[in-house]
Protein backbone atom coordinates (compact mmCIF):
# COMPACT_ATOMS: atom_id res chain seq x y z
CA UNK A 1 0.00 0.00 0.00
CA UNK A 2 1.28 3.46 -0.93
CA UNK A 3 1.35 6.51 1.73
CA UNK A 4 1.44 9.76 0.13
CA UNK A 5 1.67 12.34 3.29
CA UNK A 6 0.47 15.49 2.36
CA UNK A 7 0.08 19.37 3.40
CA UNK A 8 3.27 20.35 4.48
CA UNK A 9 3.71 24.03 5.45
CA UNK A 10 6.82 24.46 7.19
CA UNK A 11 10.50 22.69 6.85
CA UNK A 12 10.26 21.41 10.61
CA UNK A 13 7.59 19.29 9.62
CA UNK A 14 9.19 18.37 6.47
CA UNK A 15 11.85 17.28 8.34
CA UNK A 16 10.13 14.90 10.25
CA UNK A 17 8.28 12.96 7.58
CA UNK A 18 10.82 13.53 5.16
CA UNK A 19 13.33 9.51 5.90
CA UNK A 20 10.08 8.12 6.77
CA UNK A 21 8.58 5.00 4.90
CA UNK A 22 5.94 6.87 3.30
CA UNK A 23 6.04 6.76 -1.09
CA UNK A 24 5.06 10.44 -1.50
CA UNK A 25 5.45 14.12 0.30
CA UNK A 26 2.76 16.81 -1.20
CA UNK A 27 2.65 20.60 -0.97
CA UNK A 28 -0.58 22.42 -1.93
CA UNK A 29 0.11 25.81 -4.25
CA UNK A 30 -3.83 26.89 -4.08
CA UNK A 31 -4.29 29.99 -2.74
CA UNK A 32 -7.36 29.29 -1.38
CA UNK A 33 -6.29 26.47 0.90
CA UNK A 34 -5.41 26.84 4.08
CA UNK A 35 -1.94 24.93 3.86
CA UNK A 36 -0.80 26.78 0.86
CA UNK A 37 3.03 27.47 0.42
CA UNK A 38 4.42 29.58 -2.20
CA UNK A 39 7.00 28.25 -5.42
CA UNK A 40 10.22 29.04 -3.12
CA UNK A 41 8.93 27.29 0.00
CA UNK A 42 8.11 24.69 -2.36
CA UNK A 43 11.95 24.35 -3.60
CA UNK A 44 13.02 24.78 -0.22
CA UNK A 45 11.48 21.61 0.80
CA UNK A 46 12.30 19.44 -2.81
CA UNK A 47 15.64 20.63 -1.63
CA UNK A 48 15.90 18.22 1.32
CA UNK A 49 13.62 15.41 0.60
CA UNK A 50 15.26 12.18 -0.50
CA UNK A 51 14.66 10.74 -3.86
CA UNK A 52 13.13 7.85 -2.95
CA UNK A 53 10.12 9.90 -2.54
CA UNK A 54 7.53 11.39 -4.95
CA UNK A 55 7.63 14.99 -4.47
CA UNK A 56 3.86 16.73 -5.57
CA UNK A 57 2.81 19.64 -5.65
CA UNK A 58 -1.13 20.10 -5.69
CA UNK A 59 -2.50 22.92 -8.03
CA UNK A 60 -6.50 23.67 -8.64
CA UNK A 61 -7.04 24.84 -12.76
CA UNK A 62 -3.65 25.98 -12.82
CA UNK A 63 -2.50 28.79 -15.95
CA UNK A 64 0.54 27.38 -17.62
CA UNK A 65 2.82 30.15 -16.41
CA UNK A 66 2.53 28.51 -13.15
CA UNK A 67 2.84 24.98 -14.02
CA UNK A 68 6.20 26.03 -15.78
CA UNK A 69 7.47 28.02 -12.57
CA UNK A 70 6.54 25.04 -10.34
CA UNK A 71 8.42 21.99 -12.72
CA UNK A 72 11.31 24.67 -13.56
CA UNK A 73 11.98 26.46 -10.00
CA UNK A 74 11.59 23.57 -7.38
CA UNK A 75 12.44 19.89 -7.81
CA UNK A 76 9.12 18.53 -7.43
CA UNK A 77 8.20 14.65 -9.47
CA UNK A 78 4.69 14.97 -9.44
CA UNK A 79 1.57 17.58 -10.49
CA UNK A 80 -1.53 16.54 -8.50
CA UNK A 81 -4.55 18.14 -10.49
CA UNK A 82 -7.00 19.02 -7.83
CA UNK A 83 -9.71 21.09 -9.94
CA UNK A 84 -11.82 20.83 -13.05
CA UNK A 85 -8.74 20.78 -15.77
CA UNK A 86 -8.94 20.05 -19.28
CA UNK A 87 -7.10 17.76 -21.32
CA UNK A 88 -5.22 20.28 -22.27
CA UNK A 89 -3.78 20.94 -19.87
CA UNK A 90 -2.72 17.81 -18.87
CA UNK A 91 -1.59 17.48 -22.88
CA UNK A 92 0.43 20.71 -21.94
CA UNK A 93 2.20 18.77 -18.90
CA UNK A 94 3.17 15.66 -21.03
CA UNK A 95 4.52 17.79 -24.14
CA UNK A 96 6.80 19.95 -22.43
CA UNK A 97 7.37 18.11 -18.79
CA UNK A 98 7.13 14.87 -19.69
CA UNK A 99 9.36 13.64 -16.64
CA UNK A 100 6.46 14.75 -14.50
CA UNK A 101 3.91 12.25 -13.47
CA UNK A 102 0.66 13.45 -13.20
CA UNK A 103 -2.16 12.79 -10.96
CA UNK A 104 -5.75 13.63 -10.65
CA UNK A 105 -7.50 14.11 -8.22
CA UNK A 106 -11.58 13.22 -8.02
CA UNK A 107 -14.21 14.50 -6.18
CA UNK A 108 -16.51 11.18 -4.70
CA UNK A 109 -20.06 12.08 -5.50
CA UNK A 110 -22.09 8.98 -6.77
CA UNK A 111 -20.52 5.72 -8.24
CA UNK A 112 -21.69 6.85 -11.74
CA UNK A 113 -20.08 10.37 -12.08
CA UNK A 114 -17.04 8.85 -10.47
CA UNK A 115 -16.61 5.83 -13.17
CA UNK A 116 -17.44 8.76 -15.88
CA UNK A 117 -14.52 11.21 -14.93
CA UNK A 118 -12.31 8.23 -14.45
CA UNK A 119 -12.90 7.02 -18.10
CA UNK A 120 -12.15 10.69 -19.01
CA UNK A 121 -9.00 11.09 -17.52
CA UNK A 122 -7.90 7.32 -17.32
CA UNK A 123 -5.50 7.44 -20.44
CA UNK A 124 -3.86 10.68 -19.78
CA UNK A 125 -3.07 10.41 -16.07
CA UNK A 126 -0.73 7.73 -13.84
CA UNK A 127 -3.07 7.90 -11.26
CA UNK A 128 -5.68 8.83 -9.16
CA UNK A 129 -6.97 10.15 -5.59
CA UNK A 130 -10.52 10.31 -5.01
CA UNK A 131 -12.00 12.90 -2.19
CA UNK A 132 -14.25 13.98 -0.45
CA UNK A 133 -16.19 16.49 -2.74
CA UNK A 134 -16.37 20.12 -1.24
CA UNK A 135 -16.37 23.45 -3.00
CA UNK A 136 -12.88 24.25 -2.00
CA UNK A 137 -11.10 21.67 -3.86
CA UNK A 138 -10.55 18.85 -1.22
CA UNK A 139 -8.95 19.37 2.26
CA UNK A 140 -11.82 19.38 4.43
CA UNK A 141 -10.81 16.49 6.46
CA UNK A 142 -14.37 14.83 6.10
CA UNK A 143 -15.09 11.38 4.90
CA UNK A 144 -17.64 9.98 2.65
CA UNK A 145 -19.20 6.31 1.78
CA UNK A 146 -16.30 4.55 0.81
CA UNK A 147 -18.21 1.70 -0.67
CA UNK A 148 -19.22 4.06 -3.73
CA UNK A 149 -15.33 2.77 -4.70
CA UNK A 150 -16.12 -0.71 -4.88
CA UNK A 151 -17.11 -0.71 -8.61
CA UNK A 152 -13.65 0.92 -9.21
CA UNK A 153 -11.57 -2.01 -10.51
CA UNK A 154 -7.92 -2.32 -11.93
CA UNK A 155 -7.38 1.65 -11.72
CA UNK A 156 -4.72 3.24 -9.62
CA UNK A 157 -6.36 5.09 -7.00
CA UNK A 158 -5.35 6.28 -3.47
CA UNK A 159 -8.13 7.35 -1.07
CA UNK A 160 -8.38 10.56 1.02
CA UNK A 161 -10.83 12.71 2.75
CA UNK A 162 -10.26 12.40 6.69
CA UNK A 163 -7.98 9.69 6.68
CA UNK A 164 -6.70 8.58 10.33
CA UNK A 165 -5.43 5.14 11.68
CA UNK A 166 -9.19 4.55 12.80
CA UNK A 167 -10.77 5.58 9.46
CA UNK A 168 -8.21 2.86 7.83
CA UNK A 169 -8.93 -0.05 9.90
CA UNK A 170 -12.38 0.59 8.63
CA UNK A 171 -11.92 0.99 4.89
CA UNK A 172 -9.30 -2.36 5.60
CA UNK A 173 -12.84 -4.44 6.38
CA UNK A 174 -14.14 -3.61 3.00
CA UNK A 175 -13.73 -5.29 -0.37
CA UNK A 176 -11.89 -2.14 -2.41
CA UNK A 177 -8.98 -2.33 -4.91
CA UNK A 178 -7.37 1.27 -3.83
CA UNK A 179 -3.49 1.24 -3.99
CA UNK A 180 -2.93 3.37 -0.88
CA UNK A 181 -4.35 6.41 1.09
CA UNK A 182 -3.20 10.05 1.15
CA UNK A 183 -3.16 11.81 4.71
CA UNK A 184 -3.33 15.73 6.00
CA UNK A 185 -5.53 16.27 8.75
CA UNK A 186 -5.34 12.34 9.69
CA UNK A 187 -1.21 13.17 10.68
CA UNK A 188 -1.67 16.44 12.29
CA UNK A 189 -2.17 17.71 15.93
CA UNK A 190 -3.34 21.53 16.31
CA UNK A 191 -2.14 21.81 12.53
CA UNK A 192 1.33 20.44 13.04
CA UNK A 193 2.57 17.18 11.64
CA UNK A 194 2.73 14.63 14.57
CA UNK A 195 5.55 12.40 14.21
CA UNK A 196 3.45 9.68 16.15
CA UNK A 197 0.49 9.93 14.62
CA UNK A 198 2.49 9.44 11.05
CA UNK A 199 4.36 6.63 12.21
CA UNK A 200 1.37 4.89 14.05
CA UNK A 201 -0.39 5.08 10.26
CA UNK A 202 2.74 3.71 8.78
CA UNK A 203 2.85 0.36 10.92
CA UNK A 204 -0.19 0.09 9.88
CA UNK A 205 -0.67 0.07 6.34
CA UNK A 206 3.21 -0.49 6.15
CA UNK A 207 4.05 -2.88 8.84
CA UNK A 208 6.73 -0.95 10.15
CA UNK A 209 8.14 2.70 10.88
Not at 133 to 156: A, F, N
Not at 186 to 203: F, L, P, R, V, Y
Request: proline share 3%.
Amino acid sequence: MKLKFCGFRNLEDVQKAKDLNIDAMGFIHFPKSKRFVDIPTIKQFTDVIPDDKEKVVILVNPEYHVLDSIIEQTGITTIQLHGDEALTTISYIRQKHDHIKIIKALPAKDSASLLTAIEYYSHQVDQFIIDTPSQSYGGTGKVYDWTILEDIKDIDFLIAGGINDENIKKIEKLSLQHRGYDISSGIETNNDKDICKMQSIIARVKGDN
